[in-house]
């Protein structure tokens, strides 16, 4: 191992050899689990009774690809009648809701089994138990005080629960419940006739949700994220995952987790963010490679109209957030609630998101739930050290019937309200957050890995860091920082810096890109970056580039 990765490894607190790229062998057992027993037999009695199952995914990345593991994991597993659904985030809302489960009544599955949520859906679960349908919840949303009255549930992060990893995803909870059950079967005999179905084909499904969902990359979700890309870039991911690459232009061979986070995930997503998560799911679940190229182009399209709704609302929430700060006499907010009634629900996180790195603040951003309506559905964002789904936990003790209905994790959380209560519910979470942040959480800090010695900016050292993750939340790609001599620099689309290097010690320029870098003024002479290390796939032969995260002048 190189010397570099060994120090990188030891920053991210792993000094054992087998965890720093863990495998299969080293997962967590799925018995860990609390309730795996009672989940496995309600799926292999309904198994075993021809009962219809009905898996219902939520319309996010991680709901899509749980949903279609769940999907294909059951019919690999002997579930003769599986069929699935999704909520419209227009239609339904978040989640199992009374709604979709009358949409659904005419199905009449014997088991319903959620993905990606339903911990926090106590009025679904109960429609339909109502209906006569035993229900399995798989989630790993942090649930509230009361569970909800399913036949069975599986989440890591009930309290009590002892499996170790508490950073899975929904689509890694159900792709455990699988395992389990394929154990169950086997004990029971079930593929005495034939050969046992291999799960490990599903993990490149497996890869794409937990890398999309941004869950921490703790050594469980590496071993799955590793396994995954391994079989997407041999060529071996599902017909839809391969097209999608394909229309993305990306190179499959090459793939990173950086690349299923920037590229595969929010085309995905867009689907459910502007259309129907539908069409995502049957791009997962389909055989069909002309099938799979069109739905692909498609969410292409879906995604780039989505950029383009992004940009809109982000510069109206760049406008409030500019007014914001002019009246408070140029100190930043310690939390920031926004709203515009002609923004749409579908893209209000990627606005929170956008406004939570601006300010280093959380941020919520609210959307009417559809034209004209009432209601609002909001998207919540936090920094690290400020628990945002526990900050609304707070308002809505505090203050009991403001939020309609909550979730969420630490970073990302989700809510409703009515329009009359916005003002409200914006002094009532300033308050928490006034009371509970910490002031050390506002200081917004660049964390870098150090400086690179000139032998180290090589091919050799930029290959060895991509193929040393998955890196991601939690395990963060390397970052590095040095002084640079800037030898030549010209615009690129009017936005992008593009730098040509000196570096001493080393005789030839290092060239660096900085995305949306051109601030109008030419650099300085020397300056003092942060970069990433990767290998320049544009111009091939060995060469290397550094993409630049942060410019001071020298």
């Not at 138990?129 to 992060?157: C, F, R, S």
């Not at 929904?170 to 389990?180: N, P, Q, R, S």
């Not at 739905?295 to 914001?324: F, P």
């Not at 959307?367 to 998207?379: F, N, Q, V, W, Y």
Request: hydrophobic share 50%; charged share 20%.
């Amino acid at each position: 191992m190189l010397p570099l990765l060994q120090r990188l490894y030891a920053a991210r607190g792993v000094t054992d050899a087998a965890q720093a790229q863990p495998r299969l062998a080293q997962l967590h057992p799925p018995e860990l689990m609390g309730s795996m027993q009672a989940a496995v037999d309600l799926l292999a009695k309904a198994i075993a009774a021809d009962q219809r199952i009905l898996v219902v995914g939520d319309f996010d990345c991680d709901g899509a690809t749980a949903c279609a593991v769940g999907v294909r994991g059951l019919r690999m597993l002997g579930a003769r009648d599986v069929v699935h659904a999704v909520p419209n985030r227009l239609l339904h809302g978040y989640g199992l809701s009374p709604s979709l489960v009358a949409e659904l009544a005419p199905l009449q599955p014997g088991l319903l089994v959620t993905v990606d949520h339903g911990i926090a859906c106590h009025a679904g679960v109960t429609a339909a138990k109502a209906l006569g349908w035993q229900v399995l919840v798989t989630d790993h949303h942090l649930p509230g005080e009361q569970l909800p009255p399913a036949d069975a549930i599986v989440d890591p992060n009930i309290s009590g629960d002892a499996f170790p990893s508490k950073a899975l995803a929904g689509v890694g909870v159900i792709f455990y419940v699988l395992m389990a059950l394929r154990r169950h079967l086997r004990l029971q005999g079930a593929f005495a006739q034939g050969a046992e179905p291999d799960l490990l084909t599903l993990l490149d499904l497996v890869a794409v949700g937990t890398v999309a969902d941004l869950v921490a990359l703790d050594a469980n979700n590496r071993a799955l994220v590793s396994a995954g890309l391994r079989r997407l870039r041999a060529g071996q991911g599902c017909v839809g995952l391969q097209a999608l690459i394909e229309a993305s232009g990306r190179d499959a061979a090459r793939l990173s987790a950086t690349d299923i986070g920037f590229a595969l995930g929010p085309r995905l997503n867009a689907a459910g963010r502007l259309e129907d998560m539908a069409l995502g799911i049957e791009l997962l679940l389909t055989e069909d490679r002309t099938q799979a190229r069109e739905i692909a182009q498609t969410l292409e399209q879906i995604n780039a109209e989505r950029r383009a709704v992004q940009q809109l609302m982000t510069d109206d929430a760049e406008l409030a957030v500019s007014r914001a700060l002019l009246t408070a006499e140029g100190e930043r907010p310690i939390a920031a609630c926004l709203f515009d009634a002609e923004w749409h629900p579908g893209v209000v996180g990627l606005v929170a998101s956008k406004m939570k790195d601006r300010l280093h603040r959380p941020v919520i951003a609210f959307a009417p739930s559809e034209p004209g309506s009432d209601s609002l559905r909001g998207s919540a964002r936090s920094i690290a050290g400020f628990h945002i789904r526990d900050a609304l936990a707070l308002v809505n003790a505090a203050h009991p019937g403001l939020i309609d209905k909550f979730g969420g994790h630490a970073m990302a959380a989700g809510l409703s309200l009515p329009h009359a209560r916005l003002d409200a519910f914006q002094q009532a979470f300033v308050a928490v957050v006034e009371s509970s942040m910490d002031p050390a959480a506002l200081q917004q800090l660049l964390m870098s890995d150090g400086e690179l010695a000139p032998a180290e900016l090589d091919f050799q050292h930029a290959e060895a860091l991509r193929l040393a993750g998955p890196w991601g939340q939690g395990f963060p790609e390397p970052l590095f920082d040095g002084h640079f001599q800037v030898a030549r620099w010209q615009v690129l689309k009017e936005k992008h810096l593009k730098l040509s290097l000196r570096v001493p010690g080393r005789a030839e320029p290092v060239n660096a890109i900085h995305f949306s870098g051109w601030r109008g003024n030419a650099p300085a002479s020397h300056v003092h970056i942060a970069y990433r290390l990767v290998s320049d796939d544009y111009r091939g032969g060995g060469a290397i580039q550094l993409i630049i995260e942060h410019c001071a002048d020298a």
